[in-house]
């Protein structure tokens, strides 16, 4: 990670603790046939970044979950948030995390799993969603306003998150990766954020390169109804984090951010956004069994040594529109090779054992849940129901 040789506490408050297991995620190439079509393209492997549970929310909680120790850290989120998960499976004794499930979210067995393991893995969960989202929004405010406890924007979706996703650029120009479009989920923005701020750190070297980022909003109302709000959000978290690396010393990257790559470089789709943003259709069900079914292949190993690779787990109905915008764009350029598309796989799935553990902890402690969450608890049990 480039910014950890800075030092801890910067300008402003910045910390860092490194949770990620290897330099660099691997990038595979994935071949797939989907409506009687062949699709090759790379894909950055996000879904690798620990062992234990991996996915993108990982970089950004390199940044965050340091703040836990002098204080409770607040996590508004939904029911299946893949951060609530991966900050619970990463936190240590002296980093205290509290979930504020506040947020209603269409029914998938995969957000099931993740909120069923966020109730049981949390002793001080405060759970937000319908009866208690306004006893869990004062306590946000409050401590917005007070100080008295560090709340994380959703998704994690502040500079301190944002800073984490820097890298993944970098590692692409350290394997010699320049692809023409990259495609990835725009839920709270963080992501993409941190994505342009890289490359504009390797356009300081390779000034020709300038992909198209494909960021495929799926949050629905602010992108289907708000759109210019959720773009002044953005803009405005990437200059402010182009300012601060200023402030430590690296180059001025605000007027390549402003004048290229924001305006003609960042495409945002808002084919996918709805209300069902996170529930699967007859499509998006299709792209995941492709995917499954996809032949994976390592890039960095010659043919006669390859070996077995699983392919990119579509778990998040997130994901899944993701990978579905982009077979749509590619069925529409076969001119495109594989090296011109890379897909940013940023999901994770429990593994069989924190699920197996989960649905007993969940089981034990369902009727006091009953009492107390009722709706929640309906909820979770309608999820199970899910085909997906």
């Known amino acids: 990670m480039f910014l950890s040789r800075y030092p801890k506490r910067v300008g402003t408050r910045v910390y860092f603790r490194k949770i990620i297991q290897h330099s660099s995620t691997t990038v595979h190439v994935v071949k797939l046939q989907f409506q009687e079509k062949t699709f090759s393209f790379l894909t950055k492997r996000e879904d690798g ?20 120790r002098k204080k409770t850290m607040l996590i508004p989120s939904t029911p299946g948030s893949n951060l609530c998960v991966a900050s619970l499976k990463h936190r240590t004794t002296n980093e205290n995390v509290v979930p504020l499930l506040m947020f209603p979210e269409a029914i998938s067995r995969d957000n099931g799993k993740n909120a069923r393991f966020t109730c049981t893995n949390c002793d001080r969960c405060e759970i937000g969603i319908y009866e208690r989202f306004f006893v869990s929004l004062p306590r946000a405010i409050r401590a917005l306003v007070t100080g008295s406890e560090y709340v994380v924007a959703p998704g994690g979706a502040n500079v301190q998150g944002a800073l984490g996703y820097i890298s993944i650029p970098l590692e692409m120009e350290a394997e010699g990766i320049f692809p023409k479009h990259i495609w990835l989920t725009v839920g709270s923005g963080a992501t993409l954020v941190g994505m342009v701020i890289g490359i504009a750190l390797v356009r300081r070297k390779r000034t020709s390169w300038r992909p198209c980022i494909h960021g495929v909003c799926v949050n629905g109302i602010v992108c289907m109804y708000c759109p210019w709000i959720y773009r002044y959000y953005l803009r405005t978290m990437t200059i402010r984090i182009a300012r601060l690396l200023k402030m430590w010393g690296l180059p001025d990257l605000e007027d390549d951010l402003v004048n290229v790559l924001l305006p003609t470089c960042v495409s945002l789709d808002m084919s996918q956004a709805g209300r069902d943003h996170g529930a699967f259709n007859s499509r998006t069900l299709s792209v995941r069994t492709s995917f499954r079914r996809a032949h994976v292949d390592d890039r960095r190993q010659h043919r006669s040594e390859q070996r077995s690779i699983s392919p990119p787990e579509i778990c998040s109905t997130y ?36 699920d197996n553990d989960a649905e007993q902890s969940y089981n034990a402690v369902k009727t006091k849940m009953r009492r107390k969450q009722p709706k929640l608890c309906q909820w979770i049990d309608k999820c199970f129901l899910s085909p997906s």
């Open 49 to 68: 970044t620990h062992k234990e549970y991996g996915g993108n929310k990982v970089r950004a909680l390199e940044f965050l979950l340091p703040y836990a």
């Open 319 to 354: 994901t899944s529109k993701t990978a579905s915008a982009m077979l749509a764009f590619l069925a529409c350029h076969p001119e495109m090779t594989t090296e011109d598309t890379l897909f940013l796989s940023t999901k994770c799935t429990l593994s069989s054992t924190d």
